[in-house]
C-alpha cells in the first residue's frame, strides 16, 4: 500500500515538473499580450465550465442561429469556422452549414448569402489575429440595398440580436456579403451598435479568433420586436431611440427637446416631407406639383425628398427627425419614417392591390412607434392602371382575383403603376394631417432649433 501511494506520489511530483518546464518554455516563446489574452481566456467561467459546443437551432420561420460558445477560428477564405484547439474537443465530430440572412426559405434573397461552415474538424492554422471579445457573424447580401431590406432583415434583426446576448457594445462585426458602400452608408449605425471594428469577412485574408462566435441574426417578424421573446424587453420605439442616439447624440438631443419657443408656433407652419419616387421605378406621384401647392395652401412647409443610394443618412435624419409629418406612397422610402418623432404624422398612399404590404411594412410599424398614421387608399381612377384597363377590369376591382395570392403576379401593380391623386378627395386627408402635425408641432416645440436641424441638412432640399 504504502509503496504504491509512494511511486504515485513520486509520478505526479515528477509530471508536475515536466509540467512546470513545459509551461516556462511555452510561455517565454509568446510574447506579453499573447499571455494577457490566454489568460482571459482561461479565466473566462463559462468556457470552463462549460464544455465547447457548436449548435444550431434551425426551428424560426425566419432564421438559424449557429453558434461556438468557446474559442474559434474563422478561416475567411473558406467561410469556416474551426475551434481554436479541436484536439480538446469530446464530442461526437460536427460540421454544420448555415447562411446567415434572416429570409431563409426565400430562394431569390438567399442565392445571394454566402454559405458558412462550423465545424469541429482538425486543422493546423493559428490564429493571427487574436480578439478578446466574441463576434456576431451576419450577411449583408441578400436584399441588402434597398432600404427597407436594409433595416427590415439587417439593421432591425442585428439591433434584437446584440440585445438577447450582450449588455454592452463588446463584440465583433463580422460581415460577410458586404458591398462597399454598406459600412459606409450605415457608420453611424455600426459604430453606435458595436465599439469594436467590423470585419468585412469578404475581404479579410487572415484568420482570427473569437473567446465565442453567434452566426445569424434574429427576426421576429416585418418591423416587429416582440419584447416577449426577449429577456431585456425592447420595443420598436426602443429602436427608434437607438437610431436618434446614433445620428444626433445625446447631447443634441437635449437641446432639441429644449428648445419650445411657443410664443412662435402661431405663425410657424408644421413641416411636411414629400417623398418622391421616380417613374422608372413605379408607384411615382403624377401630379406631384399639384399635390405640393396643395399641401402648402393648406398651411405645411413642405420639402421634396428625393433619397438615393448617394443620400447621406445622418442629412435625412435630421431633415425627418425635425419634421412633423410625412407623406409617401407605398415603397421602401417609407422606411425613412423610422426617422420621425413619436407623435408625428405619416400619411401612407396605398396604390391598387398594395393593401396588406403598406399595413404589414409600414402601418403597423408605424402606429408601434407612436405616430399618427393616416391611410389613403386610391379609387381605381386614380390609379395609372386606369389608362390600360377598364374600371370594371379584374384587374382593378379584385386585384385579388388578379394576382391570385403569387407575389410574382404583383409586379403589375408595384412596378408599372403610378398614382394620379384626385385633390379634392386627397385633400380631407391632408387636412386631417395638418390638424395632427400642427398640435404635434405645438405641444412639442417651436421651430427655431429643428430649424437649424434642416439647415445642417440643406443639400436634400431641392
Ligand atoms: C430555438 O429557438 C426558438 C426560437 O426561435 C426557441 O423558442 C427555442 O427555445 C430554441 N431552442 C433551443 C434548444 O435553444
Ligand atoms: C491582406 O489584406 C491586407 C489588408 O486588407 C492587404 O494589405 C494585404 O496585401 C493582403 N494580403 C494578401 C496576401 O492578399
Ligand atoms: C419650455 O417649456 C417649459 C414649460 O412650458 C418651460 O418650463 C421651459 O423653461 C421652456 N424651455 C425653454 C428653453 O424655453
Ligand atoms: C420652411 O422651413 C425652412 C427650413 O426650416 C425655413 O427656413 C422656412 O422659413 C420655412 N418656411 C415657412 C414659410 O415657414
Not at 470552463?48 to 434551425?58: A, E, G, K, L, W
Not at 452549414?97 to 426559405?105: I, V
Not at 479579410?204 to 420586436?225: D, E, Q
Request: proline letters at 5%; glycine letters at 6%.
Amino acid at each position: 500500500m504504502k509503496k504504491i501511494s509512494l511511486t504515485t506520489g513520486a509520478s505526479i511530483l515528477g509530471l508536475s515538473i515536466a509540467l512546470l518546464i513545459f509551461y516556462v518554455y511555452d510561455l517565454s516563446s509568446v510574447n506579453f499580450t499573447r499571455i494577457q489574452v490566454l489568460k482571459r481566456w482561461a479565466i473566462r467561467p463559462r468556457a470552463r465550465s462549460r464544455p465547447t459546443v457548436i449548435t444550431c437551432n434551425r426551428s424560426d420561420l425566419w432564421y438559424d442561429l449557429c453558434s461556438i460558445n468557446g474559442p474559434n477560428l474563422l478561416e475567411p477564405t473558406s467561410s469556416t469556422l474551426f475551434l481554436v484547439d479541436p484536439t480538446r474537443y469530446f464530442g461526437p465530430p460536427v460540421s454544420v452549414r448555415t447562411r446567415p440572412y434572416t429570409r431563409k426559405s426565400d430562394l431569390g434573397a438567399m442565392k445571394h448569402v454566402k454559405e458558412l461552415t462550423l465545424t469541429s474538424a482538425q486543422h493546423h492554422m493559428n490564429c493571427a489575429v487574436m480578439h478578446t471579445s466574441p463576434a456576431v457573424v451576419f450577411s449583408a447580401g441578400g436584399y441588402t440595398g434597398n432600404f427597407f431590406h436594409d433595416f427590415n432583415d439587417g439593421l432591425l434583426p442585428l439591433f434584437i440580436t446584440v440585445n438577447s446576448f450582450f449588455g454592452n457594445h463588446d463584440f465583433h462585426l463580422v460581415v460577410t456579403d458586404c458591398s462597399l458602400w454598406w459600412p459606409q452608408k450605415y457608420k453611424e449605425v455600426i459604430s453606435r451598435i458595436s465599439s469594436l471594428p467590423m470585419i468585412d469577412m469578404d475581404r479579410a485574408n487572415r484568420t482570427h479568433c473569437f473567446p465565442s462566435t453567434i452566426v445569424g441574426l434574429i427576426k421576429h417578424g416585418p418591423m416587429t420586436v416582440e419584447p416577449a421573446r426577449l429577456a431585456r424587453p425592447i420595443t420598436l420605439r426602443d429602436f427608434g431611440s437607438f437610431l436618434k442616439d446614433a445620428y444626433l447624440g445625446q447631447g443634441e438631443d437635449k437641446a432639441m427637446q429644449q428648445s419650445n419657443h411657443s410664443q412662435d408656433t402661431g405663425s410657424v407652419r408644421p413641416r411636411l416631407v414629400l417623398l418622391s419616387r421616380t417613374r422608372q421605378v413605379g408607384r411615382a406621384v403624377l401630379n406631384q406639383k399639384e399635390l405640393m401647392a396643395l399641401a402648402e395652401q393648406i398651411g405645411f412647409n413642405v420639402t421634396l425628398f428625393k433619397p438615393s443610394h448617394k443620400t447621406s443618412l445622418a442629412d435625412a435624419f435630421r431633415l425627418i427627425h425635425a419634421s412633423h409629418a410625412m407623406l409617401g406612397v407605398h415603397g421602401a422610402g417609407l422606411m425613412h419614417s423610422i426617422f420621425l418623432r413619436p407623435g408625428s404624422v405619416l400619411v401612407q398612399v396605398v396604390p391598387i392591390a398594395t393593401e396588406w404590404v403598406s399595413e404589414m411594412f409600414f402601418g403597423n410599424p408605424a402606429r408601434t412607434l407612436g405616430l399618427e398614421y393616416i391611410e389613403y387608399r386610391i379609387q381605381p381612377s386614380e390609379s395609372s392602371l386606369a389608362d390600360q384597363f377598364s374600371i370594371d377590369d379584374v384587374v382593378l376591382n379584385n386585384p385579388r382575383a388578379a394576382t391570385k395570392g403569387d407575389w410574382s403576379n404583383m409586379k403589375l401593380y408595384l412596378k408599372t403603376q403610378n398614382v394620379k391623386l384626385d385633390m379634392v378627395r386627397f385633400r380631407a386627408c391632408l387636412e386631417e394631417a395638418y390638424v395632427k402635425a400642427k398640435r404635434f408641432m405645438e405641444e412639442n416645440e417651436g421651430n427655431e432649433n429643428m430649424d437649424k436641424l434642416v439647415s445642417s441638412s440643406r443639400k436634400l432640399i431641392k
